[in-house]
């Protein structure tokens, strides 16, 4: 049994947090919403913290999952002030890579170890414990504390130096954005023709255009069913640092462009809390269908 915090309970931290619980590690918790953190200790057996100071005093190891970069940095900063010298700390959150390396920066600065672990998986993978972490930083120090991982997610890869891990992460988002926007494009318009939606998503599974992501999203597009897994601002978000970092490392992404402007027309038409699939409400607003399954 570990020593561990998590801070962060949100859709994906609170159960990656309890995925270490169950799995028999004291766990020190604190979110900005106190009440999650006391629920979760008293269901789970975790100890509920009223400051991240206060977690980093009782850990070894110590996870967090926050929105954006921001919030990371001030995360990281707290952390810091209470972390003894050779804890390491994994942002697991999905943030600038250049803001990333000043966090880990500052953390070698005093002793501390600082890992980048982005994860991949929404809402039911982190429910399940079948997460993806993408992680850049010292092999050494992750290979340390591997294991911990391991109740959280089952594919680790690791990516090399401090950084990269979002990098990958970053990628990945990218080709989903743009893959889920062609999606939406097609969809309207073969529905709009008058194909059947459902028929349509069984020859893209059957054709070279099959995709997972599309296989996952498209029952619930047809169910008209856009609770979150992952929602629309926070891939907004996310697309808006794969466009950051492709400036600083002189990239064009025209369409990555283009598909960020409809993610901020879904934002400015009420959709910004959903999920990423309700983007194609904009193309069905705008062209007078909807994408709709028949099947009960």
């Not at 309970?9 to 020190?28: D, F, K, Q, T």
């Not at 990281?76 to 990333?100: F, N, W, Y």
């Not at 893209?204 to 999203?217: M, P, Q, R, Y």
Request: hydrophobic content about 40%.
């Amino acid at each position: 049994m570990a020593n561990l915090g998590f801070l962060g309970l949100g859709i994906m931290g609170y159960p990656m947090a309890r995925n270490l619980l169950n799995a028999g590690h004291s766990v020190a918790l604190w979110s900005h919403s106190a009440e999650k953190a006391a629920r979760l200790a008293a269901d789970h057996g975790g100890v509920a913290c009223a400051t991240p100071e206060e977690v980093a005093a009782q850990s070894d190891c110590i996870f967090y999952c926050v929105g954006d970069s921001g919030m990371s940095a001030e995360l990281c900063a707290r952390l810091l002030a209470g972390a003894k010298p050779g804890t390491v700390i994994v942002d697991a959150s999905t943030v600038s890579p250049s803001e990333s390396r000043k966090m880990h920066a500052a953390c070698e600065a005093k002793g501390v170890h600082f890992l980048d672990a982005p994860c991949t998986g929404s809402r039911p993978g982190a429910e399940s414990g079948n997460l993806t972490f993408m992680i850049g930083g010292d092999r050494e120090v992750f290979e340390r504390v591997r294991e911990y991982f391991e109740p959280m997610g089952k594919r680790l890869y690791y990516c090399g130096g401090q950084g990269l891990g979002l990098h990958a992460k970053l990628t990945q988002n990218l080709i989903l954005s743009n893959l889920l926007n062609a999606f939406n494009e097609g969809l309207v318009l073969s529905t709009k023709a008058g194909v059947d939606p459902e028929l349509m998503l069984e020859i893209l599974d059957n054709s070279a255009a099959k995709s997972g992501l599309i296989a996952f999203k498209a029952p619930y597009v047809f169910r008209r069913d856009f609770s979150t897994n992952f929602s629309v601002k926070w891939m907004h978000k996310d697309i808006g640092l794969m466009l950051d970092s492709a400036a600083e490392l002189g990239v064009p992404l025209p369409l990555t462009a283009l598909t960020r402007q409809m993610f901020q027309a879904a934002i400015a038409t009420g959709h910004g809390e959903e999920d990423i699939c309700s983007t194609i409400q904009v193309l069905e607003r705008m062209t007078g269908v909807e994408v709709k399954g028949q099947k009960k």
